[in-house]
């Protein structure tokens, strides 16, 4: 039955709101579900250039869906609040992997944990531009990243260089 309990646990992922955001007046941040959604995405294509082969990438993803699982029962804190509360999410994520099934997520958690971080820091470089338009102080949170991986570096130079605004290449905008 823990398989079960988890999925319902996970689901709470969306009612939790990234706390960080809250720090620069952003009214409806994204929750975590949504912020890892995305940080998969990214994870797949970092693996996928850095391993070149698509089954590395796809575990990769699966890594990074199941890389903010803790926040379930810790909340998304942010660094401030961190200061003065100490909690092990480790330990978190172990109680809540602790099934026959669960040993393979946290072999990929550990297996993939460079491209995992370096996507969940490039994702926060992605919402940081786009809430820079509401808020130009959110750019504070896409500053001064450091990455682990040679291809999160090539990426986060190559979203440097492009508009957040994608729908402006449309040609049916032109």
């Not at 942010?78 to 099934?99: C, G, I, M, P, T």
């Not at 820079?132 to 979203?159: A, H, P």
Request: proline residues 2%; negative net charge; charged residues 35%.
């Amino acid at each position: 039955m823990r398989l079960p309990r988890l999925l319902f646990e996970l689901a709470s992922l969306k009612n939790i709101p990234r706390s960080g955001w809250f720090k620069l007046n952003i009214r409806n941040p994204e929750s975590v579900a949504e912020h890892s959604f995305l940080t998969s995405v990214i994870a797949f294509f970092i693996g996928l250039r850095e391993y070149g082969d698509v089954n590395e990438a796809a575990k990769a993803c699966v890594a990074a869906l199941f890389h903010d699982i803790q926040e379930t029962r810790t909340l998304d804190l942010h660094k401030l609040a961190k200061r003065y509360v100490e909690f092990d999410e480790s330990r978190v994520r172990e109680e809540q992997l602790n099934f026959e099934e669960g040993f393979i997520v946290k072999e990929l958690i550990k297996k993939y944990e460079d491209v995992v971080k370096d996507a969940d820091k490039i994702e926060l470089f992605i919402q940081s531009r786009i809430y820079s338009d509401f808020n130009k102080n959110c750019e504070i949170y896409g500053r001064n990243i450091e990455l682990r991986t040679e291809s999160g570096k090539k990426l986060i130079e190559e979203l440097k260089n492009t508009d957040h605004r994608w729908w402006l290449d449309l040609e049916i905008l032109r």
